[in-house]
């Protein structure tokens, strides 16, 4: 191992002591991770696992790009910090480059997290309906299942109650419809058949919370962390229409489905919609720093120009934008484009489609659903039922994984029937090796799954 086993102890005593760990409960035997290097993961033991989750769907470019470091350090030297209500160098040619990668002309406010981005867009939107004539359209509607961030507002956006009760009052004004979730229809309807009443549920609420006070609707792509949720082709450029008939903004929460994790930059650029507001965060720096970043349409961003003070967007933020993370963001994506990651990405969804169609037959396999190189594997406890799998059957896959050496993730918190998904999101610079690698444990797990009946 990379300590010694006194040393290990001593760090265990303090992580129980002090650190308060995200999202689970008293953690007494955490894996201390020491470093990474490309896909992996090494703890303290020197145990070596694949990162199949990138983190939390963010180490996109890999772990251990010394050119990232070299680029942070050299910042930090010339110029740690500057605030925005200035400017700086890498600000302004980081919002240049946001837009060769966006459709479109669009306007960039940093902050820091996903969280951040996804509560500047929210007052934007509402500020713009106030400059507009339109100060009664305040509220957003989002979808259940749907997580968009752990502030207020996000979370009031968020639908998975888990994460909301004991936090309430949460930011008001959030409303939600069912998500398009093809595989479990919430309006019994069949594929061949479909007539998109998901989307159609979207014009309902507006219409019934009145078009008036609706100031905005925002989504994933795809729904990723709530289950890896894919719509239908013809899903989003219907929201699209719907939007626009009401006057109601689009924003699109490209958190996760960004920065080439979709098969393209972004992912709503797969399904041709031009959303008003793009958030954005995890991926633009790969998580080598925290950053984050709302993207406003230039036809909506006019609106807050040349007006007098008392219409500028009231809204600062001490670390957002810092010269720092904005260079770590150019080196990050300068490595996406230099090596083709945008393009690795659709590769690696391919080989898992490939790789994993035994799985297709599994009788604990409902339905593996794919968007780029972001994966999920629902599991059931039958095929014909589609009963939810067990929150036994799924920890138990998830460690059997782990033992194996690999990281998975799976959607949302414990609640029995509605945690049954196991989701991947990999390094885009995963090697063949290192797709292999996650092919045959996984079919190696569910192997076993099958013999143990
Ligand atoms: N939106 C989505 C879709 C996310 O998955 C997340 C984080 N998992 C967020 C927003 C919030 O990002 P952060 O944790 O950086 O605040």
Redesign the pocket.
């Known amino acids: 191992g990379d300590v010694d086993p006194q040393e290990k102890e001593s760090l265990l005593e303090k992580d129980r002591k002090y650190v308060w760990h995200h999202m689970t409960a008293h953690n007494e035997n955490p894996m201390i991770i020491a470093s990474g290097e490309g896909s992996w993961v090494k703890d303290i033991d020197g145990n070596r696992y694949l990162d199949g989750m990138s983190g939390?769907?963010c180490v996109n470019v890999g772990h251990g790009r010394r050119e990232i470091a070299e680029a942070a350090a050299e910042q930090m030297m010339k110029l740690a910090y500057a605030t925005l209500v200035q400017s700086h160098i890498p600000a302004i040619e980081l919002a240049a480059k946001l837009n060769e990668w966006l459709d479109g002309e669009y306007r960039i406010f940093y902050s820091n997290?996903?969280?951040d981005a996804?509560e500047v867009a929210f007052k934007i939107a509402r500020q713009y309906h106030h400059q507009n004539g339109k100060p009664s359209k305040h509220k957003f509607i989002s979808r259940h299942r749907a997580?968009?961030?752990?502030s207020m507002g996000?979370l009031g956006a968020t639908g998975q109650a888990q994460r909301k009760l004991k936090y309430e009052p949460l930011g008001v004004g959030f409303q939600h419809v069912p998500p398009p979730y093809c595989y479990r229809c919430p309006f019994g309807q069949k594929k061949e058949s479909c007539s998109l009443q998901c989307a159609k549920a979207i014009e309902d609420a507006i219409v019934w919370e009145g078009a008036d006070s609706v100031a905005g609707v925002i989504l994933?792509p795809v729904i990723?962390?709530g289950g890896m949720i894919v719509p239908s082709d013809d899903y989003l450029p219907m929201v699209r229409e719907i939007c626009d008939k009401y006057n109601v903004l689009l924003i699109v929460?490209e958190?996760?489905c960004g920065f080439g994790r979709s098969g393209k930059p972004f992912g709503h650029q797969n399904y041709k919609v031009r959303p008003d507001i793009v958030t954005m965060?995890?991926g633009l720096t790969s998580a080598y720093s925290p950053l984050?970043a709302t993207a406003v349409s230039v036809e909506l961003y006019e609106s807050f120009k040349e007006k007098e003070a008392t219409s500028h967007f009231r809204h600062v933020n001490t670390f957002g934008g810092n010269p720092v993370s904005c260079q770590v963001a150019l080196t990050n994506l300068a490595i996406i484009e230099k090596e083709g990651l945008v393009k690795r990405s659709s590769e690696i969804g391919k080989a898992f489609q490939n790789g994993l169609e035994p799985l297709q037959h599994h009788p604990h396999v409902g339905e593996i659903r794919i968007f780029g190189s972001a994966m999920g594997i629902e599991l059931v406890e039958d095929r014909i039922s589609k009963i939810p799998a067990s929150v036994e059957r799924v920890t138990s896959m998830i460690v059997a994984c782990k033992s194996k050496g690999l990281l998975v993730g799976k959607n949302g918190d414990t609640v029995p029937g509605y945690a049954n998904i196991i989701t991947l999101s990999p390094p885009l610079s995963s090697t063949d090796e290192d797709v292999t690698f996650i092919i045959e444990t996984l079919l190696s797990v569910f192997g076993e799954v099958i013999e143990k009946g």
Not at 147 to 150: A, V
């Open positions: 939390l769907w997290s996903g969280s996804n997580y968009h961030g752990n996000a994933e990723t962390g929460d958190v996760i965060a995890k984050s």
